[in-house]
């Protein structure tokens, strides 16, 4: 790549008046190379080479969306509403019956989702993919496939997910059977009581064979209310029992929500003792799980796309900052620090100023995966989801242009 001039970086904030904090920015240049920072300047040598000018634009750390489904959807396909239905169970039997027609796009609309939310500034995607009765591992070949053709511009993880229950999964075999693939990282699941009718058979067998294949798990958790959380108090017990601690992640968690603080804290206590990161769209039309509670107990958080126009929701524009500005809408997150803090919530945790204000990122050795924006701060880009934006993947431009 080589050196990039005139870009902007937070270096701290700085309180102007009581109560009033400002993000201070100075703009430096970048020298890029072997998919690397090496280093970070005032001004670039005189005999630079090729040199691209960043115009101003505020460098951050590119976006990460740990729960994406890029099979089963409608999106780079012909358009389709939502059939109205009541639960989970109910949406499976929908799946199961277009999900053989489906296949022969898949791979399409694929990449038509990778596109839309690599152009948002994403540069990693945990990819949860189907392995069920109705197609076996088919969708997995698929998108195993589509993955590989698009190494260029992002890094993954592959999830194998049984949608439509765990039990009726494994017992044919299909679970061992993708975890024998070096490709597959995490292994899935969902709603152990509801969905698979015994809490306990679901999650040996899920933890079982993460243990034995030696692969992280993420478990999706729609159940609410008391059975949500005795399934999330449980799903803790077998990551401590196997010591999987940091290895597993709940994505929804619905339940969450549905309690008083006083209920939480020592669930909240112990998902931090575990490790256990919460995965979460932030949720309209339903009481979303509190994120700066979760986040002040010590629990990680992670603002998601999951689906984007699929048979489960026709919305989802795969921007990840315009989900983190949702949460912090829905927060009351509207001060400069608790803005920029939102960031966080989509890249892995890692801001450009940490919580005290120091210089967090970037620094010299960290990769070259970077979000150009045209924006004043990582607060001013929350708050305005700020569209114009270019995206650096190991060193090199893979969408967008400074102007």
Known sequence: MGWIKNVLLEIGREEIAKDTVVTKTKQVCLLIQDGEIKEIAAVIPEAANDVIDAKGYLALPSLVDNHIHLDKGH???KWHAVVPMHSVAERIVEERGFLREALAETSQKAQALIDLITSKGATFLRVQTNVDPVIGLENITVIKKVLEQNKHKINYELVVFPQHGTVITEEIGLLTKALEDDAVTVLGGVDPATLDGDIEKSLKITFDLATKYKKEIDIH???RGTLGLFEIKRIIDYTIANNMQ???????????ADASEDVLRPILKRLKEANIAINTTVPLGTKALSIPLLESHGVKVNVINDNINDHWSPFGSGDLIERASRAAECFSMTDEVSLSRALGLVTNGVTPLDQEGNLAWPKVGDKGDILFVK???????IGRVCPERVVLFDGEIVSGEFK
Do not use: P, R, T
Not at 246 to 256: R, Y
């Open 221 to 223: 958790l729609h159940d």
């Open 375 to 381: 924006a004043e701060s990582s607060a001013h880009l």
């Open 246 to 256: 940091g290895k597993v992640q709940i994505s929804h968690a619905f339940s969450l």
């Open 75 to 77: 999106y780079g396909g």
